[in-house]
């Protein structure tokens, strides 16, 4: 799941289905814009909301997380009540028997072919999202390419995909996502890709690879979270 955007007015909104998860999943994978605003009074309820669950949570920071200048604090915090927080690294979790890898960044800008954008117009947040976005997918590839797993997910904010852009206006496509991303998900070795960020996007897509790419964006999914089963192929 991603984009929860919590705050005070939100809070309750996703533990009790949250809380039920040992029933229908093995991890929880969170894909940034976890608070509306990037406070620490949003983060307090972000960790009332998904603290002590039945399974493990690995999550990446989405841009709103960072409003505040707080992503740092927001993420020692998480930590506190035992999120794997990922930023440009990965981890490890044994899960049914098999190893399962996990890498994650935050991503940005940097559009997409056909949608290519311009990272010299715009605000100094808009410039610096288009630096990200080429620089976080070579820090994903480099993270994917550590992991020693059955099975690798990529967890990114920003989309890799037009695909799971599909229903945005094409005009913001580019400050929705970067292609490189799909780059460094294929060229790190994953096995699936989630991430957020697109609202009005659409729940499926792939990489020129062929990997299987998910928009998990609540507004997208319309649901407290998406259950997706992964099969580890013991000749992989």
Do not use: Q
Not at 19 to 32: F, M, P, T
Not at 138 to 143: D, I, K, M, P, Q
Not at 163 to 178: A, F, H, S
Not at 196 to 201: F, T
């Amino acid at each position: 799941m991603g984009d929860l955007h919590l705050c005070e007015t939100l809070r309750g909104r996703f533990r009790p289905a949250l809380l039920e998860l040992g029933e229908r999943a093995d991890v929880l994978l969170l894909a940034g814009d976890l608070t509306n605003g990037g406070t620490l009074r949003d983060t307090e309820v972000l960790c009332a909301e998904i603290a002590d669950l039945p399974v493990p949570v690995v999550a990446v920071l989405g841009n709103h997380d960072h409003d505040r200048r707080l992503g740092f604090r927001i993420a020692v915090r998480l930590g506190e009540i035992g999120v794997h927080v990922l930023d440009g690294t990965a981890i490890t979790l044994p899960v049914n028997g098999i190893r399962l890898g996990i890498a994650g960044v935050m991503g940005g800008s940097g559009g997409f072919p056909g949608h290519p954008g311009n990272p010299d117009e715009g605000s100094a947040e808009h410039r610096a999202r288009y630096r990200r976005g080429p620089a976080d997918a070579a820090r994903l590839r480099a993270a994917l390419e550590t992991l020693d797993s059955d099975l690798r997910i990529a967890v990114m904010h920003f989309s890799p995909v037009v695909d799971t852009l599909v229903g945005e206006p094409p005009k913001i496509y580019p400050g929705l996502g970067c292609a490189e991303l799909a780059d460094a998900v294929d060229a790190g070795g994953a096995h699936f890709a989630i991430h957020g960020h697109a609202h009005g996007g659409t729940e499926f897509g792939r990489t020129p690879g062929g990997i299987e790419v998910r928009n998990v964006s609540h507004p997208v999914i319309r649901a407290a979270y998406r259950v997706y089963e992964l099969t580890a192929r013991k000749d992989a």
